[in-house]
C-alpha cells in the first residue's frame, strides 16, 4: 500500500484542483482518498484543513464523517499527504495526538479538522 500511495503523491493534482480555505491544493485520488499536494513551510495541521474542507465542500460530506492520514509519518522533503475516509486504509500511528473525549483512533471529525486547523491567510498589510 505504501509503494501506491507514493506513486500517488508522485502524479500532479489537476489543473482545476480544489483551493481550500488555507489556499492548499486538494484532490480526490480514489473512492475515499484525497491528496494534499506539498507545499513548502506548511505543517502538518495545514494539511489536515486541506484534506477536511475539501471533504467537506468538494465531496458534501458532513461534518461528523471522521478524517484519517493513509500516508505513513514521517512524509519526505516535497511530498504532500493523502487522507482517507476509510479507516481500513488509515496509515499505522500517523494520526493527531488527542486531547479530551471522543474516540481515539487516529482520525479528527471534518468539522474539527476544518475549525481547529484552518487559517485564514491574511494579506502582509493585516498580519
Known amino acids: ?11 500532479p493534482l489537476p489543473a482545476a484542483g480544489f483551493t481550500a480555505r488555507n489556499g492548499m491544493e486538494a484532490a480526490q485520488v480514489g473512492p475515499t482518498e484525497i491528496a494534499v499536494a506539498f507545499r513548502s513551510g506548511r505543517s502538518d495541521t495545514d494539511y489536515w484543513c486541506a484534506a477536511g474542507d475539501f471533504a467537506q465542500r468538494a465531496m458534501g460530506m458532513p461534518v461528523v464523517t471522521r478524517l484519517w492520514r493513509a500516508s505513513p509519518k514521517p ?4 511530498e504532500g499527504i493523502v487522507f482517507t475516509l476509510d479507516p481500513a486504509r488509515q496509515a499505522e500511528g500517523a494520526g493527531l495526538s488527542q486531547f479530551g473525549a471522543g474516540p481515539r483512533d487516529g482520525a479528527i471529525s471534518l468539522g474539527a479538522a476544518v475549525a481547529g486547523h484552518c487559517q485564514r491567510e491574511l494579506p502582509p498589510w493585516r498580519e
Open 1 to 11: 500500500m505504501r509503494t501506491i500511495l507514493l506513486m500517488l503523491l508522485a502524479l
Open 75 to 78: 512524509r519526505g522533503a516535497g
